[in-house]
Nanobody
Framework: QLILVESGGGLVQSGGSLRLSCTAP????????IAWFRQVPGKEREGISC????????KYADSVKGRFTISRDHHKMTVYLQMDSVKSDDTAVYYC??????????????????WGQGTQVTVSS
C-alpha cells in the first residue's frame, strides 16, 4: 500500500527557503506522478507542482514558478519541494500526493488519489 509521509514544514521568514520531503516507505515511486498541493483555510486545495517519476518531467503552477523546485531522490524513495524566496502567500498546509502514470499529464490535479497527512508552512514577514 502506498503511504506518503511529508516532513520539513515549519516557520520561515519572508524571502527565506525551506525544503519539504515526501517519502513513500518501502514503496518504489516509479510509474507514479507525485505532486505537491497546498491549502489555506477557506480555500480549495491548490496543485502547485508535480513530477513524472518515469520521464522526470516537472510542472509548476504560475504562483510558484521560478521559486519552487520539485525533485526526486531515487534511492531514498523521496520527492522534495525546495521553496525559495518564500512570501506570506505561501503560508499553507502542504500535502504530497500520488497517482499512477497515465495518458494524462501530471498536472491533472483531480487524478491524485493517495495523500500524505500534510505539513504546515508558515511564512513570517
Amino acid at each position: 500500500q502506498l503511504i506518503l509521509v511529508e516532513s520539513g514544514g515549519g516557520l520561515v521568514q519572508s524571502g527565506g527557503s525551506l525544503r519539504l520531503s515526501c517519502t513513500a516507505p518501502r514503496f518504489p515511486l516509479d510509474y507514479y506522478y507525485i505532486a505537491w498541493f497546498r491549502q489555506v483555510p477557506g480555500k480549495e486545495r491548490e496543485g502547485i507542482s508535480c513530477i513524472d517519476i518515469t520521464e522526470m518531467t516537472t510542472k509548476y503552477a504560475d504562483s510558484v514558478k521560478g521559486r519552487f523546485t520539485i525533485s526526486r531522490d531515487h534511492h531514498k524513495m523521496t520527492v522534495y519541494l525546495q521553496m525559495d524566496s518564500v512570501k506570506s502567500d505561501d503560508t499553507a498546509v502542504y500535502y504530497c500526493a500520488a497517482q499512477r502514470r497515465s495518458d494524462y499529464p501530471c498536472e491533472r490535479w483531480t487524478g491524485y488519489d493517495h495523500w500524505g497527512q500534510g505539513t504546515q508552512v508558515t511564512v513570517s514577514s
